[in-house]
């Protein structure tokens, strides 16, 4: 029996893989602390849990339409309006099964055979797996410590050819919590004006922000708006990741008909409930507890970084969002998975090794978990380096 090319060439998510193998461990019993998940410990805000109870009361368990409920797009426009200065109609809006179903969508419309797709390394471990699932090229742009792991407009200019159809940022980045500022975006927006590239901004940690403010990549000028499509969710923000809601918005009303008549024949339109608890989160009214919640990982993140800093031939670039640190162990060992490996074997610590995101010598260390786990967690790191 044959299997079709296109599903053979899809590689496992390193980060789901690991997490789940730190769970089945501590399931057998095992002490494992684990950093390596994607995902808020906080629990999801009681207002949405009762938007939900709500809708479920009021019998709202039927379809919807696919792009969503126009209550649900409508409060998404007002939110990129209000937060990105970003002017969206309904009709410029759709509603997937959480971000990465929106860029499986995205790709699966615009992505032809040898089409280049200009990728910043380090990246979120999907990008480059859509790209080579729909046929297309991932070039990828290398970035280091030096500029806090963001690329600059000499290495997107180079990296240009005649094949190239698309730029990916993520902002703030996963794995690197780095942000692009509104000068960095306008400087790689002057590189492609007068191009045909598009732009997918992937700005799922916009709401988890220390020491800066976020620029949403369409909102620099007229040129970025109508080249780039926003893509972004409710679940790191509001600890709703099971949830499952996430959203695009293009100014090119065709294609989100397009992707819309995709999903149509996918999935349908996302949870019903989901989509009457996700108001409640757009239109402002968990905001404090957005911000608790913000809060809480600041404090986290300072302690790991001075934890980490503290261990001979560690360094770590303080991320400005996200709850993710991107660890240089370089000086220590440069084949990150048997770093990790030996982690998790001998001292019963999982973290994501940096291959996995593009780039050796490095592990992401996840600080969404309580101060007291990372503190040990770290201590536990420190003593296995001392080791070797």
């Not at 997490?19 to 501590?26: G, Q, V």
């Not at 494992?32 to 009361?57: H, R």
């Not at 910043?120 to 080579?132: H, R």
């Amino acid at each position: 029996m044959e299997y079709s090319r296109r599903i053979s060439s899809l590689s496992e998510s390193i980060t789901i893989a690991i997490s789940t193998l730190a769970r089945d461990l501590k399931a057998g019993g095992k002490d494992i602390l684990s950093f390596s998940a994607g995902e808020p410990d906080f629990d999801t805000p009681q207002l949405v849990k009762d938007e939900a109870i709500k809708a479920i009361q009021e019998g709202f368990t039927k379809y919807t339409a696919v792009s969503g409920i126009i209550e649900l797009r409508k409060a998404i426009v007002a939110k990129l309006q209000k937060d990105n200065q970003l002017s969206y109609t309904p009709d410029e809006i759709l509603v997937s099964n959480g971000a990465k179903h929106s860029l499986f969508n995205i790709f699966s419309a615009l992505i032809n055979n040898e089409d280049e797709v200009i990728i910043p390394a380090p990246y979120w471990v999907t990008y480059p797996e859509l790209v080579t699932y729909f046929g297309g090229k991932n070039v990828f742009i290398q970035t280091s410590d030096e500029t806090a792991f963001k690329i600059t407009k000499e290495q997107l200019k180079s990296a240009i050819t005649s094949k190239t159809k698309m730029l990916i940022l993520n902002t703030p980045s996963n794995p690197t919590g780095s942000i692009y500022s509104r000068q960095e975006i306008q400087e790689l927006a002057e590189v492609l004006k007068d191009t045909d590239i598009w732009v997918v901004s992937d700005e799922m940690y916009e709401k988890l922000i220390y020491d800066t403010t976020f620029t949403s990549v369409a909102s620099v000028g007229t040129d970025m708006l109508e080249r780039t499509i926003s893509v972004n969710g409710v679940s790191k923000s509001a600890a709703m990741t099971g949830w499952r809601m996430g959203y695009l918005a293009s100014k090119d009303k065709k294609l989100v008909k397009m992707l819309d008549n995709l999903q149509s024949q996918c999935t349908s339109n996302i949870n019903s409930i989901t989509q009457k608890a996700s108001m409640s989160v757009l239109d402002g009214r968990i905001d404090k507890d957005i911000q608790a919640m913000c809060g809480e990982f600041k404090k986290r993140r300072d302690e790991a970084i001075s934890l980490f800093n503290a261990i001979d031939g560690v360094s770590v670039v303080k991320p400005e969002g996200a709850f993710y640190l991107f660890v240089n162990i370089s000086k220590i060992e440069k084949d990150s998975m048997k770093f990790c490996k030996e982690l998790l074997e001998k001292m019963g610590v999982a973290v994501v090794p940096g291959i996995g995101f593009g780039i050796d010598g490095y592990f992401r260390f996840s600080f969404a978990t309580d101060i007291q786990s990372i503190q040990k967690g770290i201590e536990r790191i420190a003593n296995f380096i001392h080791q070797k």
